[in-house]
């Protein structure tokens, strides 16, 4: 690895004079700084960016970290992080945390060893003591809240679009509304389910607990929520389903498939988050669609912006809406 001291013999100067000449032009005679430049170029000498940014108290690094990256929803986040970062002359370091906490713990370790400006991180159901590690660190949490005071949030508002999606499917004719919910110690399976509760309630459908099956936002946790309410005796079993998310989406699909149901003949099926697959899928599938991207953007955005002052700053929560997109997997319910 080429040195600063390299350099400095190849140009016949001192490693300071050949550190102003490459970060402080102006304070180096022209033909001394071309003498270092023509050296620099000459043994491929490139500055160490970290060491200096040390020196400023700059890394110009920030650290995401997310539960589920082949989750398209958060691969999508992430790219509008790393955009805005880019933007700013960022770097992000991703690490996927797979929802667990221990894994998250491990990560911030690693990253703290990288001295980040700040962090944004989709929280595991350990963050609020994970972020100990961290101390003073500017962090921003995405899509969920870990209840840590003083931390930032930029989310979606999860009450209104869920309850915006089971009021479709209750306009359609459908009373019998199952729910394939996230696990109960995330904050968005938590507003999710409340929205689904105030749907029913505002029109007048009693709650009931057995319509209610928990997944774990995965395909495979999807799939046994969505069997174990579609085996209820025909009377009792839901006439349509409400996923909490596209992956547990994906499972209600293949277990509705598996039983030998059509949709939306013989169960209607809407989800939470839009995705590429819901699209091209027969039916297509009706969505409440979530701004990933705007959210990692906007998320990164108020993170730089935060930490570009110099006065602390009091937490804040940004809610952006959601948007019910009406396809064919939702008709009204069969006639028995």
Same mark, same amino acid.
């Given at each position: 690895?080429?040195?600063? /001291?390299?350099?400095?013999?190849?140009? /016949?100067?001192?490693?300071?004079?050949?550190?102003?000449?490459?970060?402080?032009?102006?304070?180096?005679?022209?033909?001394?700084?071309?003498?270092?430049?023509?050296?620099?170029?000459?043994?491929?000498?490139?500055?160490?960016?970290?060491?200096?940014?040390?020196?400023?108290?700059?890394?110009?690094?920030?650290?995401?970290?997310?539960?589920?990256?082949?989750?398209?929803?958060?691969?999508?986040?992430?790219?509008?992080? %790393?955009?805005?970062?880019?933007?700013?002359?960022?770097?992000?370091?991703?690490?996927?945390?797979? !929802?667990?906490?221990?894994?998250?713990?491990?990560?911030?370790?690693?990253?703290?060893?990288?001295?980040?400006?700040?962090?944004?991180?989709?929280?595991?159901?350990?963050?609020?003591?994970?972020?100990?590690?961290?101390?003073?660190?500017?962090?921003?949490?995405?899509?969920?809240?870990?209840?840590?005071?003083?931390?930032?949030?930029?989310?979606?508002?999860?009450?209104?679009?869920?309850?915006?999606?089971?009021?479709?499917?209750?306009?359609?004719?459908?009373?019998?509304?199952?729910?394939?919910?996230?696990?109960?110690?995330?904050?968005?399976?938590?507003?999710?389910?409340?929205?689904?509760?105030?749907?029913?309630?505002?029109?007048?459908?009693?709650? %009931?607990?057995?319509?209610?099956?928990?997944?774990?936002?995965?395909?495979?946790?999807?799939?046994?929520?969505?069997? %174990?309410?579609?085996?209820?005796?025909?009377? %009792?079993?839901?006439?349509?389903?409400?996923?909490?998310?596209?992956?547990?989406?994906?499972?209600?699909?293949?277990?509705?498939?598996?039983?030998?149901?059509?949709?939306?003949?013989?169960?209607?099926?809407?989800?939470?988050?839009?995705?590429?697959?819901?699209?091209?899928?027969?039916?297509?599938?009706?969505?409440?669609?979530?701004?990933?991207?705007?959210?990692?953007?906007?998320?990164? /955005?108020?993170?730089?912006?935060?930490?570009?002052?110099? !006065?602390?700053?009091?937490?804040?929560?940004?809610?952006?809406?959601?948007?019910?997109?009406?396809?064919?997997?939702?008709?009204?319910?069969?006639?028995?």
């Amino acid at each position: 690895m080429i040195k600063i /001291e390299d350099v400095a013999r190849l140009a /016949e100067v001192s490693p300071s004079t050949v550190s102003r000449a490459l970060t402080r032009p102006e304070m180096v005679a022209p033909t001394t700084r071309e003498r270092v430049v023509h050296a620099a170029h000459q043994l491929g000498y490139q500055p160490n960016k970290l060491a200096r940014g040390l020196r400023k108290r700059q890394s110009h690094l920030l650290g995401l970290m997310v539960t589920d990256i082949l989750a398209p929803f958060h691969a999508t986040l992430a790219k509008g992080v %790393q955009d805005a970062a880019e933007k700013h002359g960022y770097v992000v370091f991703l690490f996927n945390t797979d !929802e667990q906490p221990e894994k998250e713990r491990r990560y911030l370790k690693e990253l703290q060893g990288h001295l980040p400006e700040g962090l944004l991180i989709v929280p595991t159901s350990q963050t609020r003591q994970n972020l100990g590690i961290v101390p003073g660190l500017t962090v921003i949490e995405l899509d969920r809240t870990s209840g840590t005071p003083g931390v930032h949030s930029v989310l979606v508002d999860n009450v209104a679009g869920a309850r915006r999606a089971v009021e479709h499917l209750i306009q359609l004719g459908h009373r019998r509304i199952g729910m394939v919910a996230g696990p109960p110690t995330v904050t968005t399976a938590v507003e999710r389910l409340e929205g689904y509760k105030q749907a029913l309630k505002a029109a007048g459908i009693p709650f %009931q607990r057995r319509w209610v099956a928990t997944g774990d936002h995965k395909e495979e946790g999807g799939y046994r929520a969505a069997r %174990q309410m579609l085996e209820l005796p025909l009377e %009792q079993r839901p006439t349509a389903l409400f996923a909490g998310n596209s992956e547990m989406a994906a499972g209600a699909v293949l277990a509705i498939r598996d039983l030998g149901l059509r949709i939306p003949e013989e169960l209607s099926l809407v989800s939470f988050d839009d995705t590429r697959w819901a699209r091209l899928m027969q039916p297509p599938l009706t969505v409440v669609a979530q701004p990933a991207y705007d959210l990692g953007y906007l998320a990164c /955005e108020t993170l730089i912006s935060i930490l570009g002052r110099q !006065e602390p700053v009091q937490a804040t929560s940004l809610r952006l809406a959601t948007e019910l997109i009406v396809r064919s997997s939702a008709a009204p319910p069969p006639q028995r």
